[in-house]
């Protein structure tokens, strides 16, 4: 069972990525869901950097206080934010708000016959469902990771400089030294492949919807089971992205 | 035009289907009568291939449905019409939005023309004036005849109607019956409707087939079944509770 929906989710990817490179591509549908999943997201993104940012400079100063290198802290919150935190946030929070939100709604869909209805009309349901949330994603998710890892280090700089008294030239001088482009890279390549795992499972979850049980309850397993391994993937992808761009 | 041969199907190794046959010529209007849960709707949706069949084979003019896929089954699906027990309306767009939906999606007509044939079928369905509503500010009886008006877009040769007037007052679900009857005459298209509306259905339909225990028991013109001396077909027709179909 197990392999089974594993290869099920396999196909699926293969085919949404196919049917994204071949025209015709629904434009308004992926810009409706840029919208919905990256600018509609930039609130939660934004608290949640400001306030990671600051526990991180927070915490950050306390420790590298006790080594006498407190100057450090600028690479820290920025390194922290940029390679780990910044991707692996926004992405858990992308899941929640909008991934969740996909999923239940394709579900719906699913029980109430709707995508049989587009199926019957002579369309790939795929085309209209999971395209553009796909590409949506992958567009999204950077942008998104972007904001937060900017809006972060504009939290540390508040924490760090304005209440702690970390000099502000220290604070972004010994960041301009130590972040590299390669860094920066290393958060975009993960945004980007959280971007794929949260639309690929939180699609998948709701097309498969009204499969395993009936109808509202069905809905409501889907968007739990589409949250978990959506989190839960992105995390272990995490690692293996991490062991493997080191 | 449509044949089923020997279907078979089973959910979770419970068989709800255990070799139905049956036959639809062209033009005909057929109604699929039967308990609830033993396969009506199933039965339509293998048809429109939806579904695909444990056993047995559905022959729509002379192409089996199993066995096709790609271009030739989209191509058979587009002479076919498909009112979904729940409407299946799409429940973001308007009712002008939903009938126009297909045509927007599968034809190069202009903006002008798309509104004058969505028009013309909301007009057909009585539902002037509706257009610029959303299906959960509609009535029961309303989504119908908006769904009904998106599945004669293109004017299908075959509609299957799954359940048309379940939910509805005896009002409503006559009309919707009239209405079905009147786009047939229209349209001249072969038809299956699925429904409990008896003995009303027998009204604008030529043939009745009833399915029980996963095999189709009776197949016959209306008088045939009114008249039909079978107890598990007199029982249901009459709706008694003492018989041999057990309601439990």
Known sequence: MVLRTMGLMGVFLVKAFFYSVIPP???????????????????????????????????????LNRFGSEAFLGPMVALSLIK???????GLMVTGRAGSAITAEIGIMRISDQIDAIELMGLNPLRYLVVPN????????????????????????????KILGVGAGTYFGEMANYVEMKDI??????????????????????????????GAEDVSKSTTRAVVLSSVLILVWDYFMTAMLF | ???????????????????????????????????????KSVILKHIAG???????????DGKEIGKLSGKALTQLRSRLGFLFQGNALFSSLTVFENVAFPLKEKTRLGNAEIRERVLYELDQVGLSGAEKKYPSQLSGGMQKRAALA???????????????????????????????????????????????????????????????????????????????????????????????????
């Open chain 2, 150 to 248: 998106r599945e004669l877009v293109f004017e299908p040769e075959i509609m299957l109607f799954d359940e048309p007037t379940t939910g509805l007052d005896p009002i409503i679900g006559h009309a919707i019956l009239n209405l079905i009857d009147s786009l047939h005459k229209r349209l001249d298209f072969t038809s299956i409707i699925v429904t409990h509306e008896i003995p009303k259905v027998f009204e604008i339909v030529n043939k009745v087939a009833m399915i029980h225990e996963g095999v189709i028991l009776i197949v016959g013109s209306p008088e045939e079944i009114i008249s039909s001396e079978d107890p598990i077909v007199r029982q249901f027709i009459r709706g008694e509770v003492e018989g041999p179909i057990s309601y439990r």
């Open chain 2, 50 to 60: 939806l579904m695909r069949p444990d056993r047995g084979r559905i022959v729509v």
């Open chain 1, 84 to 90: 780990e935190l910044g991707p692996v946030l926004s």
């Open chain 1, 134 to 161: 796909l590409i949506a994603g992958i567009i999204a998710l950077p942008l998104l990771t972007a904001i937060f890892d900017v809006v972060g280090i504009l939290g540390g700089y508040m924490v760090g400089v």
């Open chain 1, 25 to 63: 591509l629904k434009f308004y549908r992926v810009l409706k869901q840029i919208r919905f999943i990256g600018m509609q997201s930039t609130l939660v993104i934004f608290l949640t950097g400001a306030f990671s940012g600051m526990v991180m400079a927070l915490q950050g100063f306390y420790t």
């Open chain 1, 185 to 214: 890279l290393e958060g975009i390549y993960k945004s980007l492949s959280f971007g794929v795992i949260i639309t690929w499972v939180c699609c998948f979850q709701g097309y498969y919807t009204g499969v395993r049980g009936h």
């Open chain 2, 1 to 39: 035009m449509i044949e089923i041969e020997d279907l078979h199907k089973s959910f979770n190794g419970y068989e709800v289907l255990k070799g139905v046959s049956l036959g639809i010529e062209k033009g005909e209007i057929l109604v699929l009568i039967g308990r609830s849960g033993y396969g």
